[in-house]
């Protein structure tokens, strides 16, 4: 009889080494789907870990994740039901367990929270705390941007809100210093250290899954219960988690996880890390790539959209051939893309060009929801006339898709509010969208019509977001 | 005193340290086994083949189980008899339990559960309130109608009228610990349960019955939930039960957790209402007769579905004397979740329709809808006439709302911002504000009246050191450390000399559900007693020791005062013991002045009523929908507060689930009855930046009339309505964009709210 039976291993068994809660742990054999959750709560005993939603929704589970010193990334906090073990090589992870010191003197943080009455029930506590933690380390003072992964559903969130605004000024301490530089690591094959060594194994395993934030794939582990056949892990490649800025373009690897994407484009494209202030969370902003979200060729992923307003190539390589195509072309319909087999996407290059992007996201709710309609609008005006327009929609179509018929109804036309109605009458030819649990199709369309609207009334000075509005 | 001080949270040192216990979290037996449960993947049908084979050879699998593997009974209803543990031939609902996987790991259990070859004659459907209107389906034969006073002709010979129609969406609770429980069988084969509940007592007694025992072989403890707000209080029935059949089969212990998706396909929901309104009124507002009628989707078992509907029926005057008054009350069933106890418990759907009705009747006549409010109030408390009666024959003599009203418009500055919210629309085409003011009077009480009892136990133990248990269970509101005031005021002790461990079914038996909002009132008063007759035995025996009479006895700082005679209560203690006198004692409470015909809707169901007002501001944008609540100012009643950090905690947190309830969380199920909303990736629950940006939370510095704990009010339950503002914020904002009444319905969506902008636009 074997006791804990926690899923079929995925291809081979890894070796993984990283710290926790300050000492290193060095685990054989680890089944490559295992959860950092599953890990932590059944075999570590570490019970302050909770499981709310096992899909990376809640923040119950929240971790919080050092990387290497020359990562250039600060402490995340990460969702651990949907991170696998190997994603935790060379890292240094703190549960709630290793927030306190070993002497059990209380994060300010903690305390702030008993002061403040900021718990009620309690099961969702140790992942604010953790959220709050990893954001102090960063400097991190928007708590309303911090807390968008953490559910709670007792307090209404204005005590914890206190508790944070008290606890931000005091310093980090010194208990927390994980610096997981020296770690003795025993590399794996199915965890290639750069990408040409990815190329050449996922040659050689081309039906391998593969995962880089595994915000995705961990969901098909959690929910749908599948066992794939075997994983490539990405994490180690730190070439693909580069941005370069060239001359004529802007290089970011497919590895590059969002909050880094949010980072890299705000000068250029402010409405594009804007509305990366609304991708999902904290946490998955910390965890998923930039690659990731344009490959599982969702219909509703965010990035897309915007990539193809933008005018964006996909570097796309298979074993030492490269490609570069229009991200549009890589959508060629609903759950396929222009793909090979042993075939990834390397990286995403956006050509410089003058700012013209609006971006907006639709949804039920403003945080951590997926979007009924996204749309991005890429409209340069000069001397009075739309001298180019490149618009795209996700959640439009089953694929994220451009709006042709609408960019021909705006280019040479005055940019009026003529011209405006006159493109929203153009929709229906580029967009028949389906009603679903988010939006009815009329909604989706109307909507998408406003939003060309509401650039304009924007270029007019007016406010257009709620958001803007103060009490 | 400890008692009304803001002291925190009694295990809020242990939530931020992540070492408070939940179930899931309490260390196991290495033998211990997970269950999951095999779930139908139709609405409604006959189960004509259950091929199993592939589940029990999955890897992991102990033993699987079917309702015909059930030893006894197989029902884990709270009442009616109507839920079966495991599907008997037939399937009533997209999720309903069909057979239970015994296995050596919770994700073992769950991938065999999905293995099975079910096959099943499909039977046609009934999902909707329209479909069960067509087909009669209901529960209780017929309609249940309330009359007070002759509506019709009210209605009938008013000078003005308006009618309409709202929809209510349900809500799912959302807590944050999924539903559990654990099994650890003991000798003699008694079971142990630990059980995330709000109800130990029932679960308990299903579990009894499950195993064909006497309760007294049924232990049950629950220690904190992580959440509760209604869905754990018979909710959690079916894993509890589960657990002790599979354990008392197996004889090893059994631990049963919901996936979070499974929590949400299986278990019950608030009810979504339809509600039909008339209603008659004079040119200056004044209600002459409404007429109701109160459509509720119950799902395929009766639950709790009937005191919810009644509930609903008791707050359709919500604040207003309304001198005749019709209700409709149809209890539907349907094939689909049973839906349950949720926060407030069938209130929040039949205030908000009389808040639609004042909201429209506000619009019809172009009047101030908190100046009509007013004017429709109950009397004042203050006021010397005659006490008028709610539309079920109860006395209103603690109305408080006028001041409130008063007050709280003052400190929000309603009349000042009004004018600046018209003054913004009238410059914005795109983006419109809307404030509403809403009030809310909510009944304590259980309405199935034998429900008002609480027993306690309390100890002192020759150290001076004081362990209690009461029949309430903890699920976050604080209630332990209410209770623990109260003790500790009572003994005149320092809080650390007070422990209250998990509620527990083998030290206080018989207990109601922590529900209603009654954890602290009935709980507290019952503490207090016990801690009444051991304060008696130790005066005796202190007057004995220094031969003194009785009188002018005091428990305070530690220390216990008989005239100019003084001694530490720790050495009090001791010479009680010394003396051979008990230092435990039970406590018991009864609510009085209870009497209550739910049929006839006639009595006195309330032993009081809580209060609350708030004033909610929005704004919406006119092309999308979006809508962000900007300022909410509140002002509450919980009496003389037991603990004002605790309260004030209770009223932003419900605030904020009640704003969510008629905003952003909408279920959906789709036409074949399967809920497509299963999970926070769809069904979305307020986050930290939904909460107000402005969020003023106060309480009204009065006492309760009746002779609750301290004078003391209940605070669970009521706040949660003070969320309806924030809908008709939105229903102001709405109407800003025409003349026509918007007649929004709930939940307000950005698009349900797009819809009634392009409705007013186009008058």
């Given amino acids: 009889m074997i006791w804990g039976v926690s899923g079929n291993a995925a291809g081979e068994l890894m070796n993984i080494t990283f710290l926790l809660n300050g000492e290193t742990v060095a685990l054989c054999d680890v089944d490559p789907t295992r959860t950092v959750l599953d890990w932590l709560r059944e075999e570590r005993g570490l019970k302050g870990t909770k499981e709310g939603c096992n899909e990376g929704d809640c923040g119950a589970c929240t971790i919080i994740l050092t990387h290497e010193s020359d990562s250039q990334k600060a402490a995340s906090a990460v969702n651990a039901c949907i991170m696998l073990l190997p994603q935790l090589q060379g890292k240094a992870v703190r549960t709630i367990e290793g927030v306190q010191s070993a002497q059990g003197d209380l994060h300010p943080i903690q305390n702030a929270v008993i002061e403040h009455h900021a718990s009620q029930c309690g099961f969702c506590t140790p992942g604010i705390v953790n959220s709050l933690v990893a954001a102090h380390m960063r400097g991190a003072t928007d708590h309303d941007d911090v807390l968008a992964g953490n559910l709670c559903r007792c307090t209404g969130y204005a005590p914890i809100i206190k508790a944070a605004n008290a606890a931000q000024a005091e310093n980090v301490p010194e208990w927390l210093a994980d610096i997981p530089d020296n770690l003795n690591i025993t590399p794996n094959s199915c965890a290639p250290e750069n990408a040409d060594e990815l190329a050449e194994w ?159 996201k639709i949804s039920k709710r403003f945080d951590q929801d997926i979007s009924s309609v996204l749309g991005a609008l890429n409209i340069i005006e000069k001397d009075g006339k739309v001298q180019a327009a490149r618009i795209a929609f996700g959640g439009m179509a089953g694929v994220p898709k451009r709006a042709k018929a609408v960019e021909t109804a705006l280019i040479g036309r005055d940019w009026n509010r003529q011209t405006v109605e006159d493109a929203q009458t153009v929709f229906s030819h580029d967009f028949i969208p389906l009603t679903d649990v988010r939006a009815s199709a009329e909604y989706r369309i109307e909507v998408a019509q406003n939003m060309l609207l509401r650039v304009w009334l924007e270029s007019h000075g007016q406010t257009v977001s709620v958001r803007e509005v103060t009490p | 005193m400890s008692v009304k001080a803001p002291l925190p949270h009694d295990t809020a040192g242990l939530h931020v340290a992540g070492s408070a216990r939940y ?54 209803s709270a009442a009616a008899h109507d839920e079966p543990l495991l599907a008997q031939g037939e399937v009533f609902y997209h999720g309903q339990p069909i057979f239970l996987v015994v296995a050596t790991s919770h994700l073992a259990a769950r991938k065999a559960a ?46 003005r009228n308006v009618e309409g129609s709202i929809e209510i969406g349900g809500q799912e609770h959302f807590y944050l610990e999924s539903q559990a429980a654990l099994a650890q069988p003991q000798e003699n084969g008694d079971m142990l349960i630990n059980s995330s509940t709000q109800h130990p007592t029932e679960i308990q007694h299903k579990v009894a019955e499950a195993l064909g025992k006497p309760m007294h072989s049924v232990r049950v403890e629950s220690r904190r939930m992580g959440g509760g707000f209604g869905g754990k209080e018979s909710q959690g029935n079916a894993l509890a039960v589960a657990c002790a059949v599979a354990a008392s089969q197996t004889g090893q212990p059994c ?44 799902g395929w078992a009766a639950d709790l579905s009937l005191p919810v509907a009644d ?317 962000r609540i900007l300022r909410t100012d509140i002002l509450h009643d919980a009496g003389t507060s037991l603990n004002p950090a605790l309260d004030i905690g209770q009223v932003e947190g419900a605030y904020v689930q009640g704003a969510g309830w008629l905003t952003m969380e909408e279920l959906v199920w789709d036409t074949s009855g399967r809920l497509q909303t299963h999970a926070p990736s769809t069904y979305k629950i307020p986050t930290c930046a939904d909460r107000p940006d402005v969020f003023n939370v106060a309480l009204w510095p009065g006492e309760n009339r009746e002779n609750t704990i301290y004078r003391s009010k209940a605070v669970g339950e009521p706040p949660f309505m003070l969320g309806i503002s924030a809908f008709l914020a939105l229903s102001d904002a709405i109407a800003a964009c025409g003349e026509i009444y918007p007649a929004l319905d709930a939940p307000a969506t950005p698009e349900r709210i797009l819809k009634a902008v392009n409705r007013v636009r186009l008058g």
């Fill in chain 1, 202 to 360: 996922y040659m050689n395993n081309p039906h391998a899954t593969l995962v880089a934030g595994a915000t995705d794939v961990g969901l098909w582990l959690t929910k749908k219960l599948v066992e794939p056949r075997q994983i490539g892990f990405l994490n180690r490649c730190t070439d693909l988690q580069q941005i370069i800025e060239r001359e004529n373009d802007i290089w970011i690897g497919s590895g590059v996880t969002i909050d880094q994407v949010q980072r890299a484009v705000k000068a250029r494209y402010p409405g594009f890390s804007g509305m990366l202030r609304y991708f999902a969370s904290t946490q998955i902003r910390a965890t998923a790539s930039l690659g990731g979200n344009i490959a599982n060729g969702s219909p509703i992923a965010d990035t897309p959209p915007i990539l193809i307003a933008l005018g964006a190539r996909l570097s796309l390589r298979r074993g030492d051939k490269r490609r570069v195509i229009l991200i549009e072309d890589f959508y060629i319909e609903y759950g396929r893309q222009n793909l090979q087999a042993g075939e990834f996407i390397e990286g995403i290059i956006i050509p410089h060009q003058p700012d013209g992007l609006k971006v907006y």
């Fill in chain 2, 23 to 76: 179930i899931d979290d309490i260390p196991v037996p290495a033998n211990c086994l997970h269950l999951a449960f095999g779930l139908s993947n139709e609405a409604r049908g006959v189960i004509t083949g259950a091929d199993l084979s592939a589940v029990r050879a999955a890897p992991g699998v102990i033993t699987v189980l079917k309702a015909t593997d059930l030893p006894h009974e197989n029902d884990v």
């Fill in chain 2, 114 to 159: 999905r293995l099975a070859n079910i096959t099943i004659s499909k039977r046609p459907a009934i999902i909707t309130i329209d479909e069960a209107l067509s087909a009669n389906s209901r529960f209780e034969g017929e309609a249940l109608v309330w009359n007070n006073g002759d509506a019709e002709t009210a209605l009938n010979t008013a000078p």
């Fill in chain 2, 255 to 298: 631990k049963m957790r919901y996936d979070r998706d499974d929590d949400m396909v299986i278990t019950g929901k608030r009810h979504d209402f339809r509600i039909n309104y008339r209603a008659g009124f004079t040119k200056d507002g004044k209600i002459l007769g409404v007429e109701f009628v109160h459509y509720a989707r119950c």
């Fill in chain 2, 311 to 627: 509930r609903a029926m008791l707050h359709a005057d919500n604040a207003y004397y309304v001198p005749a008054m019709r209700i409709e009350s149809h209890r539907l069933k349907t094939n689909t979740t049973s839906a349950t106890a949720y926060r407030g418990f069938g209130g929040p759907q039949g205030m908000l329709g009389m808040e639609r009705v004042m909201d429209h009747i506000a619009h019809e006549l172009k009047l101030d809808p908190a100046e009509l409010r007013q004017r429709n109030f109950y009397a004042s408390q203050k006021d010397t006439g005659p006490k008028q009666r709610t539309h079920y024959n109860q006395k209103v003599t603690d109305f408080e709302l006028h001041e409130m009203l008063e007050r709280l418009t003052d400190t929000a500055q309603y009349a000042a911002r009004k004018k600046a919210v018209s003054d913004w629309n009238a410059n914005n085409d795109i983006l419109k504000k809307g404030l509403a003011f809403s009030p809310l009077k909510f009944g304590i009480s259980f309405t199935l009246s034998h429900l008002n009892q609480a027993g306690a136990l309390v100890h002192i133990y020759q150290d001076g050191s004081v362990h209690l248990n009461h029949g309430g269970t903890e699920m976050g509101q604080g209630l332990n450390q209410k209770i623990a005031q109260v003790a500790a005021s009572e003994f005149g002790l320092p809080m650390e000399r007070i422990r209250i461990t998990a509620t527990d079914t083998a030290k206080v038996p018989n207990t109601s559900a922590t529900a209603a909002s009654s954890g602290s009132d009935l709980n507290g008063m019952a503490v207090k007693n016990a801690c009444n007759k051991l304060k008696k035995r130790i005066i005796r025996i202190l007057s004995n020791h220094w031969e003194t009479t009785q009188s002018d006895v005091i428990f305070t700082d530690g220390m216990v005062q008989i005239g100019h005679h003084s001694m530490s209560f720790d050495a009090a203690a001791r010479l009680a013991y010394e003396s051979r006198v008990s230092l435990s004692a039970t406590g018991f409470y009864r609510t009085p002045k209870l009497s209550w015909d739910r049929l006839k809707g006639r009595g006195r169901p309330f032993y009081y009523f809580a209060y609350g007002a708030a004033i909610t501001e929005v704004v919406i944008d006119t092309l999308t929908g979006e809508n």
